[in-house]
């Protein structure tokens, strides 16, 4: 199985701070890599997918890059609504596999 | 609109069974895939199981592999999971998702539903 290692695993960041969140996959996967949001007793929330295209309805503040097996989600400028989990999962083979969160906190 | 809604979730002994379902619609249901993934208290998301647009073709996680078992019914809309040998740590809210549809790659979900809680405990 693919493993997906985020970094960090929580941060504290302030509204209007820029914040950027990396995930490692274990072996190439080359651009099959989704980003997901998760507040509690909510279902996740698919931001980015194909590394860097913004789902539909996501505000552009969203970013993702990266391919191969470094990856890199950005939030230009936290607004409150923010503070959230964030995963990264590859959906390169099966089993599909998430990174361990990472959740930003104020 | 795109809905899905899941039901059957409770308490159950462990090496006891429950079912659970999914219910779509706002969509095609039988031209897509399903996937369902859970999160256990505390910890992070974990896929558990797939199966095609057909039903033809189910894969699993290890975790689960044996022990659970997904189905659909197109005629009805509506996707299940049923869990056997539950174990304290199949404690989660289970999740299902709409996943790609014909032809396509699969894994990427954009829809889910609200979750349906899952706790295995004497």
């Known amino acids: 199985d693919i493993q997906m290692t985020q970094s960090p695993s929580s941060l504290s960041a302030s509204v209007g701070d820029r914040v950027t969140i990396t995930c490692r996959a274990s072996?190439?996967?080359?651009?099959?890599l989704n980003w997901y949001q998760k507040k509690p007793g909510k279902a996740p929330n698919l931001l980015i997918y194909?590394?860097?295209s913004l789902q539909t309805g996501v505000p552009s503040r969203f970013s993702g890059s990266g391919s191969g097996t470094d990856f890199t989600l950005t939030i230009s400028s936290l607004q409150p609504e923010d503070f959230a989990t964030y995963y990264c999962?590859?959906?390169?083979?099966?089993?599909?596999?998430f990174g361990q969160g990472t959740k930003v906190e104020i | 609109e795109v809905q899905l809604l899941e039901s059957g979730g409770g308490l159950v002994q462990p090496g006891g069974s429950l079912r659970v379902s999914c219910a779509a619609s706002?969509?095609?249901?039988?031209?897509?895939?399903m996937s369902w993934v859970r999160q256990a208290p505390g910890k992070g998301l974990e896929w558990v199981s797939v199966?095609?647009?057909?039903?033809?073709?189910?894969y699993y996680a290890d975790s689960v592999k044996g022990r659970f078992t997904i189905s659909r019914d197109n005629s009805k809309n509506t996707m299940y999971l049923q869990m056997n040998s539950l174990r304290a740590e199949d404690t989660a809210v289970y999740y299902c998702?709409?996943?790609?549809?014909?032809?396509?790659?699969?894994?990427?979900?954009?829809?889910w539903g609200q979750g349906t809680l899952v706790t295995v405990s004497s």
């Open positions: 998702a709409k996943d790609g549809p014909t032809g396509s790659s699969w894994y990427k979900w954009a829809y």
């Open positions: 999962q590859q959906n390169y083979n099966t089993p599909p596999t």
């Open positions: 194909t590394a860097s």
């Open positions: 199966i095609s647009d057909s039903g033809g073709k189910t």
């Open positions: 706002g969509f095609t249901f039988s031209s897509y895939a």
């Open positions: 072996q190439s996967i080359g651009s099959y």
